[in-house]
């Protein structure tokens, strides 16, 4: 059994099934879907002269007669098939399925004893999070849940502010309200001052929420036993600058949290298998569970197994978006399991439960591409290097731009003998030249995947293969090599 100390969390061993599962589909979704104007509506409709405030302003009434409250009631999820959704999902894929438990608008995807706010008593009066489970374990698949509750405290110190200019200058906004504090916080402790400047804060010192975030971190563990439990936030409840690795600093709620995570899963299976990925990048901290890395990825391989996580286009779902094309999808995938890591893709619906057009488009791209390729994906390792050549990801914030690859640029991954070579340009001439390999490593035979053998000669380690004339000019291809 874990203690919720450092010392005995940094004892647990990332499971199997998170370094052979490698992708997996994430739904974040909520009542932030409804108005599909995107990614923090719940913040930014209380924020006026944002495009959200406007938005919100001109299509359901000023926030302080028609606020965040009243936007979760219109949630209906009415067409939500989850059988049918995780069956695209495994095509597409998908090795674990990720469902947001809740964002850091306060609103629950699951039913709850501690927030009236939620899927069941509010909205679709569905058990958002119960109905992913049970779908996942149709296929398999490792279940688990987002938490973005830690940072909703401080972030949702707008509902509290007014007007400062125009009709309804001064006019508090319905966060104020008494009847619904338990809802959009008891934060004021957050919200500036007249004349002060807006004090930007993630996590709050609050004690009252700390306690309130654990016991709902128990509910979730309790009565979902997810296999992945994810914060987006550092480890709860110190700021991002914080490296002092103390068991009796504010990062105690975090640990409670993650040692009941654990010992719950080693109760139901023995071991442990379940994950906890939180974003703080200090070893000495993330080492308790796993690093994620939110659109973004790393320099090269990690030691220990990681997860990069992005979405098709925003957070929520959104009209205006645009949306990634799947090779840019793949090159992400690809660029993360070579460097020990994974990936987990938000696909995004829409407020009614379903999926759009250009969606459904990149999973079957996906699903085509699994098709052949999985075997490269799924169970693989990282190899003594992640790749060669000279182009590589942009590592700077949030950025994500496709990468302009060139006929040297190679992914690696293995599985037991085989190395799997990922050709990173799709337009690649008629000889692929690998360098990565050592002289004693000698290659017994090589496979481009979808097209058959391939012709190669080994020269010192340098390989050379023909690559076929018939195969994808869009996507990568990969050639297994069997050594």
């Not at 990173?424 to 690998?434: G, L, R």
């Not at 002289?439 to 380690?461: D, I, M, R």
Request: contains cysteine.
């Amino acid at each position: 059994m874990f203690e919720a100390t450092f010392e005995s969390l940094r004892a647990h061993q990332c499971p199997d099934w998170f370094r052979d599962a490698k992708f997996g589909i994430w739904s974040h979704w909520g009542p932030q879907s409804v108005p599909t104007c995107g990614d923090w509506y719940a913040r930014n409709m209380y924020i006026q002269g944002t495009e959200q405030y406007e938005y919100h302003l001109r299509t359901y009434g000023h926030p302080s007669k028609f606020g965040y409250k009243d936007i979760c009631a219109l949630w209906k999820a009415e067409n939500f098939d989850p059988d049918a959704l995780m069956e695209k999902y495994y095509k597409a894929g998908a090795r674990y399925f990720v469902a947001q438990a809740s964002h850091h608008d306060h609103f629950f995807n699951f039913a709850s004893k501690l927030n009236r706010f939620n899927s069941v008593d509010v909205g679709p009066h569905k058990d958002i999070c119960g109905l992913w489970k049970a779908a996942a374990k149709k296929y398999g698949l490792p279940f688990g849940m987002t938490e973005h509750l830690g940072a909703s405290f401080a972030w949702w110190r707008s509902n509290k502010g007014a007007d400062t200019y125009g009709p309804y200058a001064g006019v508090p906004y319905d966060g104020n309200d008494p009847a619904y504090r338990d809802f959009y916080h008891d934060n004021y402790e957050h919200v500036a001052k007249p004349g002060e400047e807006d004090k930007w804060v993630w996590l709050t010192k609050n004690p009252k929420f700390h306690e309130y975030w654990l016991k709902v971190m128990y509910e979730i563990i309790d009565n979902y036993q997810p296999d992945l439990l994810y914060s987006d936030s550092w480890l709860p409840f110190e700021e991002e600058n914080n490296t002092i690795a103390d068991d009796h600093n504010l990062y105690r709620y975090g640990l409670q949290a993650v040692a009941h995570l654990y010992n719950t899963s080693e109760k139901l299976h023995g071991t442990n298998q379940a994950v906890y990925t939180q974003k703080h990048r200090d070893p000495a901290i993330y080492s308790v569970g796993t690093l994620d890395i939110e659109r973004s990825q790393l320099p090269d391989i990690l030691p220990v197994p990681w997860q990069s996580e992005t979405c098709i286009g925003g957070w929520f779902y959104d009209k205006k978006a645009i949306y990634k094309k799947p090779r840019h999808i793949i090159d992400i995938l690809i660029d993360s399991i070579a460097k020990n890591g994974t990936l987990l893709l938000n696909i995004l619906q829409r407020p009614d439960g379903t999926i759009d057009e250009e969606a459904e488009y990149i999973l079957s791209e996906l699903a085509a591409w699994f098709a052949v390729n999985g075997e490269a994906i799924h169970g693989t390792r990282p190899f003594r290097v992640s790749g060669e050549g000279h182009a590589s990801v942009i590592i700077d914030g949030f950025r994500e731009e496709q990468v302009k690859w060139d006929e040297d640029d190679f992914r690696f991954v293995t599985k037991g003998n085989v190395l799997y070579a990922f050709v990173m340009k799709a337009d690649h001439n008629k000889t692929a030249v690998i360098t990565s390999l050592k002289p004693e490593e000698t290659v017994k035979s090589v496979e481009f995947l979808g097209s058959g053998p391939a012709n190669f000669v080994q020269h010192s380690g340098v390989l050379i293969v023909d690559l076929p004339d018939r195969r994808s000019t869009v996507m990568p291809g990969v050639l297994k090599i069997q050594l």
